[in-house]
C-alpha cells in the first residue's frame, strides 16, 4: 500500500502520509524526491505503531536511484529487513537491512530501524551517499559479517 503510494505520487515534494499499522511490504522511492512519512512523526506511539516490515525478504526502504535530501522518510518503524544483493569490495554480498542507500542523499527522521539481518549494516547501510539519519534509534540489528547499526561506504553521514 505505502509502494503504490509513492508510486502515483506524481511530483517532486508530493507528500504520502501514512496511517498507523502495520504494512507487510518493500518500498522503494524509484527516484521520487518525496516525504513519505507516518500521520505524526513527532508522537512515540505514532511511530511504534506505523511499521514497515519486509518479512525477512529484502531491504525494508530501498533508495537507489539518486534521490536528492527532497526524498524523506519520517516516523515509522523498520523492521525485519534481510538486505539488497550487491557488490561490495569484490563480493556479493546482502546489505542494508532495514535502510538500503546507493548514490543518494535523503533525509531520515524520527524512526525506529530494528531487528534487520543482513550480512552487512544491519540496520542502515550506505554507498556513495550523503545521507542526514536524524532522531532515530537503531537498535537489535545483526549483520553476520559487518556492523550491526550501519555501514557507509564513501558516504558521510549527517545528524
Given at each position: 500500500m505505502i509502494q503504490e503510494a509513492i508510486d502515483t505520487a506524481f511530483h517532486h515534494e508530493d507528500t504520502v502520509i501514512v496511517l498507523t499499522g502495520s504494512y507487510y511490504e518493500n518500498v522503494n522511492y524509484n527516484g521520487?524526491?518525496?516525504l513519505?512519512?507516518?500521520s505524526n512523526p513527532d508522537d512515540a506511539n505514532t511511530v511504534s505503531a506505523t511499521i514497515i516490515d519486509a518479512m525477512g525478504v529484502g531491504s525494508v526502504v530501498s533508495i537507489v536511484s539518486g534521490e536528492d535530501s527532497g526524498c524523506r522518510l519520517a516516523g515509522f518503524t523498520i523492521q525485519n529487513g534481510a538486505g539488497t544483493?550487491?557488490?561490495?569490495?569484490?563480493?556479493?554480498?546482502?546489505?542494508?537491512?532495514?535502510?538500503?542507500?546507493?548514490?543518494s542523499s535523503p533525509i531520515v527522521e524520527k524512526c525506529i530501524i530494528k531487528q534487520n539481518r543482513p550480512e552487512l549494516g544491519g540496520g542502515i547501510f550506505l554507498?556513495?551517499?550523503?545521507?542526514?539519519?536524524?532522531?532515530?534509534?537503531?537498535?537489535?540489528?545483526?549483520?553476520?559479517n559487518a556492523t550491526a547499526a550501519g555501514f557507509t561506504w564513501n558516504s558521510p553521514i549527517r545528524k
Open positions: 521520487k524526491s518525496i513519505v512519512t507516518s544483493e550487491t557488490e561490495f569490495a569484490g563480493i556479493t554480498v546482502w546489505a542494508g537491512g532495514g535502510i538500503f542507500c546507493r548514490d554507498s556513495n551517499s550523503n545521507a542526514t539519519i536524524s532522531n532515530c534509534e537503531i537498535y537489535s540489528n545483526s549483520a553476520t
